[in-house]
């Protein structure tokens, strides 16, 4: 088992959430709700608008997501889908946990929020020069008002 903190297009409501429900690519449980503890710039870049966490620390928001429990075989799945180690580097981030409603162990309270804990996440250092001047958000939308809507994979030329 490992915990991944998820902040783009796997979070609850984004385009590729369904992903880590399927049950042919393994088992995923949502834990908590988190912000990372230090500042990231979260960008939305390429002709497919999609997100990025550059592994710039202290440029950028504290950036907010979703901590979840998965099974080996979903993060082998979640490595493949993220094209890990090129478009993606799946690295540890330190994480505050703003409100935490999975199951812990017997016997085990529930992470206060405020707490720290941490969690594997895909950012990526392989980016582009203009990249980190991108806009950089503290909540990734695929459907957000800033007009850069997700390209799912199905629907990319
Ligand atoms: N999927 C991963 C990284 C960026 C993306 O769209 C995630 O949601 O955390």
């Known amino acids: 088992m490992a915990r991944v903190f998820v902040y783009g297009t796997l979070k609850k409501g984004q385009p590729n959430y369904y992903r880590m429900f399927e049950s042919a690519n393994g088992t995923a449980e949502f834990l908590a709700s988190a912000y990372t503890t230090q500042k990231y710039p979260l960008v939305i870049a390429g002709k497919y608008n999609i997100p990025f966490l550059l592994n710039i620390p202290g440029q950028g928001h504290r950036v907010q997501g979703e901590i979840y429990k998965v099974d080996d075989k979903m993060l082998k799945f979640l490595d493949d889908f993220e094209g890990v180690p090129t478009m993606y580097q799946r690295t540890q981030v330190d994480l505050e946990v703003k409100e935490w409603v999975g199951k812990t162990g017997e016997g085990e309270e529930r992470p206060a929020a405020g707490s720290i804990t941490e969690a594997f996440v ?36």
């Open 122 to 157: 895909y950012s990526t250092t392989a980016y582009q020069p203009d990249w980190p001047s991108l806009p950089s958000y503290e909540s990734y939308d695929a459907y957000g008002d800033y007009g850069l809507e997700y390209a799912t994979r199905e629907g990319r030329d």
